[in-house]
C-alpha cells in the first residue's frame, strides 16, 4: 500500500502561484509514477501531469503546459505542482495520484492506483 497526502492549497488571486506537495508513504519502492488530476464544481475529474518516478519525465494536459510544472524528490518521496499565472478557472480539488503501473493511458484514471485526499485550490478574480 501507498498513502499520499496533499499540501499546499489555498486562495490565491488570479495571476498568482501556488505549489502543491504531496508526499508518499508505505511501499514507496512499488512507484512507476505519480501526478495530479483535478476536480471543479460540477465537472468531470480532469489530468493535470504527471512524472515518472525514474527519469523524471513529465507529461502535462496540453491545456496547462507552460503554466504547471511537476517536479520530485525522490530522497523525501514528494512530489510538486507548481502552478503559475493561475486563472479562476484552475479553483478546484487537487489530488495526487500514484500509479505501479502502465495498464492505461496516461491521462487516463483507472491507471492510478492511489489517491490523496485531496486539496482545494481556489482562484479569486
Known amino acids: 500500500q501507498v498513502q499520499l497526502v496533499e499540501s499546499g492549497g489555498g486562495l490565491v488571486q488570479a495571476g498568482g502561484s501556488l505549489r502543491l506537495s504531496c508526499a508518499a508513504s508505505g511501499r514507496t519502492s512499488s512507484i512507476y509514477a505519480m501526478g495530479w488530476f483535478r476536480q471543479a464544481p460540477g465537472k468531470e475529474r480532469e489530468f493535470v501531469g504527471t512524472?515518472?518516478?525514474?527519469?523524471?519525465?513529465?507529461y502535462y494536459a496540453d491545456s496547462l503546459k507552460g503554466r504547471f510544472t511537476i517536479s520530485r524528490d525522490g530522497a523525501k518521496n514528494t512530489v510538486y505542482l507548481q502552478m503559475n499565472t493561475l486563472k479562476p478557472e484552475d479553483t478546484a480539488v487537487y489530488y495526487c495520484?500514484?500509479?505501479?503501473?502502465?495498464?492505461?493511458?496516461?491521462?487516463?484514471?483507472?491507471?492510478?492506483?492511489?489517491w490523496g485526499q485531496g486539496t482545494q485550490v481556489t482562484v479569486s478574480s
Open positions: 495520484v500514484a500509479t505501479t503501473n502502465t495498464n492505461h493511458p496516461i491521462a487516463d484514471d483507472r491507471r492510478y492506483d492511489y
Open positions: 512524472i515518472k518516478w525514474s527519469g523524471g519525465r513529465t
